[in-house]
T-cell receptor, first 111, second 114 residues
Framework: GENVEQHPSTLSVQEGDSAVIKCTYSDSASNYFPWYKQELGKGPQLIIDIRSNVGEKKDQRIAVTLNKTAKHFSLHITETQPEDSAVYFCAASRGNNRLAFGKGNQVVVIP | NAGVTQTPKFQVLKTGQSMTLQCAQDMNHNSMYWYRQDPGMGLRLIYYSASEGTTDKGEVPNGYNVSRLNKREFSLRLESAAPSQTSVYFC?????????????FGPGTRLTVT
């Protein structure tokens, strides 16, 4: 089955700086790549996603890039704010609604 | 519109006890899922139901059973709880594949087995 790996496991950034989280996937048939944010004590929530026919997608301060050849995709958060502190999960899917999640990254924004 | 609701929020069981975790969604979604979240392990799929009347095993199904009671409700049962099942359990739902792939998660159930 699909194997998704995330790096680094923990990331600390100064407020206002950028944060980048990288994920790799193993199944070349995967075609959908979402990112979820989980705040303390809550369930994960989708923040951005990308399909395999697109190389980059932006939504205000967050963006996702996809490199299908290398089988990796990244989440970019610019101008980080304290409310960006959370656990971020990447996932991959073949488009059948089943998602394979990475193990998560703890992002800490230091005021 | 409550989204995905889960009961209970917290539960403590003794080894060997049984319990059922309840999940309901009011978004008319076809697919529903049960995940467990353990420290450093991310979200692992236990069981899912692609549509009403169907259920399939996920990555870690051993020790669990599920019931898709109707389109709204999907329950997870632990027949004989073990300490290894101490975890946070999340239910999620999504529309059918091809329409939307976003999964909506409930607030979770924190289960401790002693």
């Amino acid at each position: 089955g699909e194997n998704v790996e995330q790096h680094p496991s923990t990331l600390s950034v100064q407020e206002g700086d950028s944060a980048v989280i990288k994920c790799t996937y193993s199944d070349s048939a995967s075609n959908y790549f979402p990112w979820y944010k989980q705040e303390l004590g809550k369930g994960p929530q989708l923040i951005i996603d990308i399909r395999s026919n697109v190389g980059e997608k932006k939504d205000q301060r967050i963006a996702v890039t996809l490199n299908k050849t290398a089988k990796h995709f990244s989440l970019h958060i610019t101008e980080t704010q304290p409310e960006d502190s959370a656990v971020y999960f990447c996932a991959a899917s073949r488009g059948n609604n089943r998602l394979a999640f990475g193990k998560g990254n703890q992002v800490v924004v230091i005021p | 519109n409550a989204g995905v609701t889960q009961t209970p929020k917290f539960q403590v069981l003794k080894t060997g006890q049984s319990m059922t975790l309840q999940c309901a969604q009011d978004m008319n979604h076809n697919s529903m899922y049960w995940y467990r979240q353990d420290p450093g392990m991310g979200l692992r799929l236990i069981y899912y139901s692609a549509s009403e009347g169907t259920t399939d095993k996920g990555e870690v199904p051993n020790g669990y059973n599920v019931s898709r009671l109707n389109k709204r409700e999907f329950s997870l049962r632990l027949e004989s709880a073990a300490p290894s099942q101490t975890s946070v359990y999340f239910c999620a739902s999504s529309d059918r594949a091809g329409v939307s792939y976003e999964q909506y998660f409930g607030p979770g159930t924190r289960l401790t087995v002693t």
